[in-house]
């Protein structure tokens, strides 16, 4: 029995925070990833992004290449050899001490004595070592290739910037994209209920014989329809899901919803042509169109530089040793100078060069205007789409209103018998699209919204986080794959009420 003077011991102030911690790490793991998170890690870890930006630094390395071709050229060899000569030179029969009709004679020198006068053979080593130095003094060549490599530096620069906004695009528009899906879900939710609620009021009435079956069977219809409706919109959603997994690499689970409170305003400034000269002096793609004319004209410059002379500033040094006997010492020798060459015919090749990056030039120039009439097409349309998408919200949420009053009053008439199920169920209807294209119109002005900043060239960082501030964590839109199970299908696609616009 433990003696009744001795002291409890205490739980370790450790044991004590777990569960708090615990706690904390669950809270932090259910919290739903807003547009700005979702942002930072697609511009970390998307794919296309990340090869463009290699591109990028691919390009800036090739003019560190061209620019090697203008700066000195050193160069150095070195060679060892082993050598055996052998000499065996042709001997006449007078040389060799016999005439001509001695053939067979004991002459010396004669054939038939096998003498190898005058025979030789040799083997020796020798060494070599060689140093030039080279430096162009004028070379128009690779003049103009560093600059064109400069010049395909800013273009490259651009594009990047260009997969940059674009990249914001995309990860804002299928964040948005998952958003709608979850607000139409929602009002096909609320429809299917209704309907399946006057589905069942309506079989009672049958059951007491106070509407006939044909009423039955337009409720039916309505509510297999509603149902219908609802599925596709529950895939919908779940898809729109994996457009963010692509750009990003990661999987979520729950995103911010959007505040009712959304301001619909008219894009600033409030005049088609600002927007059109935004986008003349920032849209990427259009300026990088520009940089590919002057690209272009370089590369008429470096054809033409064909005919042009190079010189260049040489000096070398030589040595050379072997080791033959019979001589002593080594041979070595330097030079310095000038080196000049001029191309004088190649046949026509040159010319033809020339006249071919013409016509490319040619091509380069109309490929920017096409594009500046595309851009400018393409910034109008959308300054038009965002002022309409002001007004359709509005006409939009009145629709909403308007709707929700017929409904009332057609029920309120079914109810006194001025009013059949028909007119109650096309009511039903009419209400939850309205909620629907409620929320298309609310999406659609955001989306276009940011299509116009990237199409201007504006779409940055701080325009993503503006937009986050029109976020919230209480309404977050989570994610359930189908074949979870789950018996209660609101609490399994975390589905409120319809998106209701402001009274």
């Not at 930072?40 to 003019?63: P, Y």
């Not at 600059?147 to 620069?157: G, N, P, T």
């Not at 651009?158 to 879900?185: G, K, M, N, P």
Request: aromatic share 6%; proline share 4%.
């Amino acid at each position: 029995m433990p003696s009744p003077t001795r002291p409890a011991l205490l739980k370790p102030l450790s044991l004590k925070l777990l569960p708090l911690l615990i706690a904390s790490l669950l809270s932090s793991q259910a919290r739903a990833a807003d547009l700005w998170s979702i942002t930072r890690d697609a511009l970390e870890n998307n794919a296309e992004l990340a090869s463009s930006r290699s591109f990028f630094q691919s390009v800036e390395k090739a003019s560190d290449v061209q620019r090697g071709d203008l700066l000195p050229q050193i160069g150095a060899t070195a060679s060892v050899g082993h050598y055996r000569t052998y000499s065996s030179p042709e001997v006449s029969g007078e040389a060799a001490g016999g005439d001509s009709g001695d053939i067979g004679g004991g002459g010396t020198g004669g054939i038939g004595g096998g003498s190898d006068f005058g025979a030789s053979e040799e083997s020796y080593n020798a060494t070599s070592v060689g140093l030039e130095a080279t430096q162009a003094l004028f070379d128009a060549t690779n003049w103009y290739e560093l600059q064109r490599s400069e010049e395909e530096i800013d273009q490259q620069a651009l594009t990047l910037e260009s997969d940059r906004q674009q990249l914001l695009y995309d990860v804002s528009a299928a964040y948005f994209e998952i958003l709608r899906a979850r607000d139409i879900l929602a009002a096909r939710v609320a429809q299917e209920k209704a309907i399946g609620r006057q589905l069942e009021q309506a079989r009672e009435q049958f059951d007491v014989g106070l509407i006939a079956i044909t009423d039955v069977h337009a409720a039916q219809a309505s509510f297999d329809i509603a149902r219908a409706q609802r599925i596709a919109a529950e895939s919908d959603l779940q898809v729109s899901f994996e457009a963010l997994e692509r750009l990003t690499g990661k999987r979520y689970e729950s995103i911010d919803g959007l505040a009712d409170e959304l301001p619909i305003e008219s894009p600033q400034p409030s005049s088609r042509d600002a927007w059109v000269s935004l986008a003349m002096e920032n849209n990427p793609v259009l300026l990088a169109a520009r940089e590919g004319v002057d690209i272009a004209d370089i590369a008429v410059d470096i054809a033409q530089s064909g005919h042009l002379p190079t010189l260049d500033a040489y000096a070398n040094y030589s040595y050379a040793n072997t080791d033959i006997e019979y001589l002593n010492g080594h041979d070595s020798g330097s030079e310095i100078g000038l080196r000049a060459s001029l191309p004088l015919f190649s046949g026509g090749s040159t010319s033809a060069q020339v006249a071919q990056n013409t016509y490319l030039l040619e091509s380069a120039q109309y490929d920017f205007e096409a594009q500046r009439r595309l851009t400018t097409q393409q910034v109008r349309s959308l300054f038009t789409q965002v002022s309409n998408d002001v007004q359709s919200v509005e006409a939009q949420r009145q629709a909403v209103i308007s709707s929700r009053s017929a409904l009332e009053a057609t029920r309120s008439g079914y109810e006194v018998g001025t009013r059949n199920i028909v007119d109650v169920l096309e009511a039903e209807q009419s209400l939850y699209d309205a909620l629907a294209n409620y929320a298309e119109a609310r999406y659609d002005y955001v989306i276009d919204l940011l299509a116009l900043r990237r199409e201007a060239g504006i779409l940055d960082t701080g325009s993503i986080r503006a937009i986050n501030e029109w976020l919230q964590d209480e309404d977050a839109v989570r994610l359930i794959l189908p074949n979870e199970p789950d018996s209660n299908y609101d609490a399994m696609m975390d589905i409120g009420a319809p998106p209701q616009p402001p009274q």
